[in-house]
């Protein structure tokens, strides 16, 4: 099944034809045909240039522009166009600009000025949302709707009045009373005891540590009002165009959204992926998104956007080497995206994002990116049968954003030092050295499917969330500090690790945060000494075995990993967690996808029957191969082993289908 009508893989980009004359868009179409583009996403930023006054709409340049596409063969991903709105609405109605947590209403004059509860805003979202269903609908270039841009990229919350009133209500119907709210608050805590609903706020800037369930419900608020805006308009487009598949583009693993829920919402899931060309992991942290974006409704996904070359916004915003920009896209299509955009296709002259990269750059078609732009569309054109082809994956890695709010509340843990992202990194980077594919997962679905489940961290743990974890019947791994609070961030009783205390066998009396410089030693049975840097827990053990044990320091000779039946518990976070992922990969019988070990910098992927190997590394990298086959890419026979120049690819398909 494919995402859209579009058959094979889709190649890319943002246009935005309003911000060149009419002349340009002529050249604009000749040259995406060249390129074998055959999809564009067009309006996102065009609210303002397409109702000039409320319900005035001005559609004919956008008629000219589809119907200019059309005529060209590209598909059109149309945004709803109310990613910012236009600056009449925001001057009859300043109170729907964003209120930031010191209480200052942001001004006009970036993107998503918006406050996500402001009724106005939401009012006005729906209005231009069914003008647009109502009008391109039956264009036959509409494949696909784009609602808002990147929620949550610049306005991830609002502190206004609107905002605290919508809080209120959300709330209540969390709570159910204000008793209620009390009690999951703890309110008895610090003196917060509510009387009245009006006394109740959103968590604005105080004088010292705000009430950390406050700010949880906070979080999960201000996720779902994001998500109130989507889902209106999306309402709206089911109702005019129930066939069009609805998206909104996710921001990889983002900790403001829940991309769970999110993802329930929409029809497709699609990504911008923004690596950092600079960062030679960077690619890693990529593939651990991509395979979210998979997970998430675990199908094919679309990257929406990415960078040709270079982004305007970091602090150094460093261009991509040649072969970069292909091995990245590559990449995303070995993961599970059935397509290749980018953000943008023409190179903007004006405005914050004049220096960013382009499939066609200010310099125009005599130049490197340009060519590279050719080279990589007839690439994405072969991989056309791919388009589909869906990943199995052996383990799963655990990640929940009640959870990662929980664990990177400020001001009240024992560390601030375990972040949830660099916690999934630990785990997933071993995995990805040895080419084993990796799925996310919710803690409540069915795990059924995997040999080998890790949960990196599970801080805020339910007793069903744990009673799932316990029936997973494959091998399991909980990292430190898991178990710890209820779903109201009330500790559990008797402490850590709370439900899970039985599954494990221990429990945690202390945490040992480490100190910044200082370290702590573990050491297994057969000698291995495993270093952490970050955390340790005074552990007892009840019913399990144990695995390694602290050497010196204050917990010397103390359990330090232990296991009960399948269940593997980390009292600490070794900087190194490959012996003890190895073990367990081994017991469970989990080998990477080419069989054997991959050269450094080497990354492998199977998608359906596919097999992708990719070279991130700086040195030309020998990997054997595990069947014979031709290389889609270059349509060459392989057999044996390949020899990957650095920043090059190929995509296996195995005689056994050909
Ligand atoms: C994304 C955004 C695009 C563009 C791009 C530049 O965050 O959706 O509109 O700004 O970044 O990298």
Not at 331 to 345: E, I, K, N
Not at 461 to 476: D, H, K, M, V, Y
Not at 624 to 640: K, Y
């Amino acid at each position: 099944m494919s995402l859209t009508r579009v058959p094979g893989m889709l190649f890319g980009g943002d246009y935005n034809p309003e911000q060149w004359p009419e002349e340009v868009w002529e050249q604009d179409v000749r040259l995406m045909a060249e390129a074998g583009v055959n999809v564009v996403t067009v309006a996102v930023f065009s609210w303002s240039r397409l109702e000039s006054a409320p319900g005035v709409f001005d559609f004919g340049w956008l008629d000219r522009v589809l119907d200019l596409l059309h005529a060209h063969g590209i598909a059109v991903d149309l945004a709803t166009a109310t990613a910012t709105p236009p600056p009449w609405l925001v001057r009859e109605h300043p109170e729907m600009q964003p209120v930031d947590a010191g209480g200052t209403r942001l001004g006009f004059g970036s993107r998503q000025g918006y406050c996500p509860s402001s009724p106005v805003f939401r009012a006005g979202t729906v209005r231009l949302a069914r003008a647009m269903a109502e009008r391109y609908g039956e264009h036959p270039a509409l494949v696909m709707w784009h609602v808002g841009n990147e929620y949550g990229d610049h306005t991830v919350e609002c502190f206004c009045e609107e905002s605290a009133r919508d809080f209120r209500r959300w709330l209540a119907d969390r709570h159910g009373s204000l008793e209620g709210l009390n009690t999951a608050w703890g309110t008895s805590c610090w003196g917060q005891h509510y009387t009245e609903w009006t006394q109740v706020e959103p968590p604005r800037k105080a004088p010292g540590p705000v009430n950390p369930a406050q700010v949880l419900d906070w979080r999960r608020f201000s996720s779902d009002a994001l998500l109130a805006c989507f889902e209106a308009e999306r309402r709206v487009l089911k109702d005019v165009t129930p066939d069009v598949p609805v998206t909104t583009n996710f921001m990889s693993i983002l900790h403001h959204l829940d991309y769970w829920t999110w993802a329930a919402a929409e029809d497709v899931v699609s990504d911008d992926a923004y690596p950092d060309p600079a960062d030679p992991a960077s690619h890693v942290k990529a593939a651990l998104s991509y395979d979210l974006m998979r997970s998430l409704k675990r199908q094919p996904w679309l990257l929406l956007e990415s960078a040709p070359g270079a982004v305007s916004w970091r602090e150094v915003n460093v261009p991509k080497e040649p072969g970069l920009m292909r091995l990245h896209s590559l990449q995303a299509v070995a993961h599970g995206s059935d397509g290749v955009m980018f953000f943008q296709w023409r190179q903007a002259a004006y405005g914050p994002e004049k220096f960013h990269s382009a499939m066609l750059p200010h310099g125009g078609t005599d130049t490197r990116q340009w060519r590279e732009t050719l080279e990589l569309g007839a690439d994405v054109r072969r991989l056309a049968e791919v388009a589909g082809a869906t990943t199995s994956a052996d383990v799963a890695l655990v990640l929940d954003w009640d959870s990662w709010w929980g664990l990177e509340a400020p001001e009240s843990l024992p560390s601030n030092r375990l972040a949830l992202h660099a916690l999934l990194l630990s785990w997933y980077r071993p995995l990805h050295a040895r080419g084993i594919a990796v799925d996310l997962a919710p803690p409540g679905r069915d795990l059924s499917s995997y040999k080998v489940v890790v949960v990196p961290n599970l801080y805020l743990c339910t007793a069903e969330q744990a009673a799932n974890l316990a029936s997973f019947p494959g091998r399991l791994v909980v990292g430190p500090f898991s178990g710890v609070v209820d779903a109201a961030d009330q500790v559990h009783e008797g402490g850590a690790p709370g439900p899970l205390r039985e599954l494990l066998g221990v429990r945690v009396e202390e945490f040992w945060p480490i100190p910044d410089g200082l370290t702590q030693q573990v050491v297994t049975p057969d000698g291995t000494r495993l270093t952490a840097r970050t955390w340790s827990e005074w552990l007892t053990v009840d019913d399990a075995q144990v695995v390694a044990r602290y050497r010196g320091g204050p917990l010397d000779g103390r359990a330090a990993v232990t296991r009960r039946g399948h269940a593997t518990y980390l009292g600490c976070l070794p900087d190194d967690l490959t012996p003890l992922l190895d073990e367990v990969l081994a017991g469970a019988g989990v080998t990477g996808v080419t069989g054997t070990d991959l050269p450094a910098g080497v990354e492998a992927c199977r998608r359906g029957a596919y097999l992708f190997l990719l070279n991130h590394g700086a040195a030309p990298a020998t990997v054997t191969l595990p069947a014979a086959g031709t290389d889609l890419l270059t349509g060459r026979p392989l057999h044996g082993h390949v020899v990957l120049a650095p920043r090059d690819a190929v995509v296996l398909k195995p005689e056994e289908i050909s």
